[in-house]
């Protein structure tokens, strides 16, 4: 089966000081990788996916930068962190091909625990 | 583009009562509907699905039917309890696209 990973759970960061999230998705081959960041109280901001190695769409402009060295890693990183990146960040993972559906029905998001960034 | 549109809560509830979050959607084509469940802390969880029109998804008591005339994916639960605390998404996924999610509905039941 399939299961994906991402560290660390918990991170409390300096203004000013450098951010990686990593995430691996385990059991599957070829998946689309997303990045997305929860604030506090709110809703779900799709930051960046990947269709493959090196692939990378940025969805909104911002402090972050993505990479994906590996088919199933997945990496969110920042030089230099402001207070407004403090939120919860999800990684997740669906098959490969566009997204939204598949021949066999719909394309399945599925998210890892999460990572709770808080930058003082 | 898509969008999807649901009750923002927080939503109250006593143990047993009966839950409808609301959720409404635009899109183009033919989408696959989802509700997502987030406990305290955690990452989103998939609760149920449906691929088509008059496909009703069902999981642990919580049922949504895909209403392609009312363009509409209410989540019904007939009596909630303590532990279904939590914050909802209703969430799109058309060919092509990337997933659109609501901006979620806090549920807390209260014993």
């Known amino acids: 089966s399939q299961t994906i990973h991402q560290w660390p759970a918990t991170l409390v960061q300096p203004v000013g000081s450098p951010l990686s999230l990593e995430c691996t998705v385990e059991g599957t081959s070829n998946p689309n990788l997303y990045w997305y960041r929860q604030a506090a109280g709110r809703g779900l901001q799709l930051l960046f996916y990947s269709v493959g190695i090196g692939q990378i769409s940025s969805e909104v402009p911002q402090n972050l930068s993505a990479s994906r060295p590996q088919d199933r890693q997945f990496i969110l990183s920042s030089k230099k962190l402001l207070l407004s990146d403090s939120g919860f960040y999800l990684c997740?993972?669906?098959?490969?091909?566009?997204?939204?559906?598949?021949?066999?029905?719909?394309?399945?998001?599925?998210f890892g625990a999460g990572s709770r960034l808080t930058v003082l | 583009g898509d969008s999807v549109t649901q009750m923002e809560g927080p939503v109250t509830l006593s143990e047993e009562a009966f839950l409808t979050i609301n959720c409404t959607y635009t899109?183009?084509?033919?989408?696959?509907l989802f509700w997502y469940v987030q406990y305290p802390g955690e990452g989103l969880q998939l609760l149920l699905k449906a691929t088509k029109a008059d496909d009703k998804g069902s999981n642990k008591g919580f049922e949504a039917t895909y209403r392609k005339e009312t363009t509409s994916f209410h989540l019904e639960k007939g009596s909630v309890q303590v532990s279904d605390s939590a914050v909802y998404f209703c969430a799109l996924g058309n060919y092509g696209q990337n997933f659109v999610f609501g901006p979620g509905t806090r549920l807390s039941v209260l014993p």
């Open positions: 997740a993972w669906s098959v490969r091909g566009r997204p939204g559906t598949t021949s066999s029905g719909a394309n399945v998001l599925t």
């Open positions: 899109a183009t084509g033919y989408p696959s």
